[in-house]
């Protein structure tokens, strides 16, 4: 039921409409892209922790939603527990329900940060070398009336732009459909 009734609906829905405001919080809004992608790394470390159920602290902020679901996609149990808790009571919840781990918004931040900062240290990985006649990308055309005909694209083909920006990088790859880099 919670796959049909919650899971299932909340992927489509995302896929659908990622960019539609799925919350007001604290004066800002967000979307369900940005919901999402607080989700991704909190159901990573629940993996990675290997624990039946955490305690949540749910303060008003995205990423505490974000566990809640998290929690729900994983098969995790979680504990929602309020904000500014006295240390007493914690232990007290902590030691009666079996909670081995409880996630501060501060904590599931740092998440969300180490996912980017891997994705980033990818990237960077310092191992770049490009030799200038390197092909780096075969553009198809589609000339009317003809025949499949090709453009090949170099490493000394990318040029540097001041201030930098993706768009002539986008435009060079695939001029053919400048929607798909109208963000740039």
Do not use: W
Request: glycine residues 4%; charged residues 20%; aromatic residues 10%.
């Amino acid at each position: 039921m919670l796959y049909q009734n919650v899971i299932a609906p909340y992927i489509r829905q995302t896929r659908k409409h990622a960019d539609q405001t799925v919350a007001r919080i604290g004066g800002q809004v967000f979307s369900y892209a940005q919901l999402t992608q607080r989700i991704a790394p909190i159901m990573n470390e629940l993996d990675a922790l290997s624990v039946e159920r955490v305690g949540i602290v749910t303060e008003p902020d995205l990423t505490a939603c974000a566990a809640l679901l998290a929690c729900l996609f994983t098969g995790v149990v979680s504990v929602p527990l309020p904000p500014r808790l006295p240390e007493s009571q914690l232990e007290d919840v902590r030691r009666e329900l079996g909670l081995s781990e409880i996630l501060t918004v501060e904590r599931m931040h740092y998440y969300f940060r180490m996912t980017f900062e891997d994705a980033l240290c990818r990237v960077d990985n310092g191992l770049y070398h490009f030799d200038a006649e390197q092909l780096v990308c075969i553009r198809c055309l589609f000339p009317p009336d003809k025949h499949l005909t090709t453009k090949s694209l170099c490493a000394k083909d990318f040029n540097r732009s001041t201030p930098f920006s993706l768009k002539p990088v986008f435009q060079l790859l695939i001029p053919d459909f400048p929607e798909t880099c109208s963000i740039f």
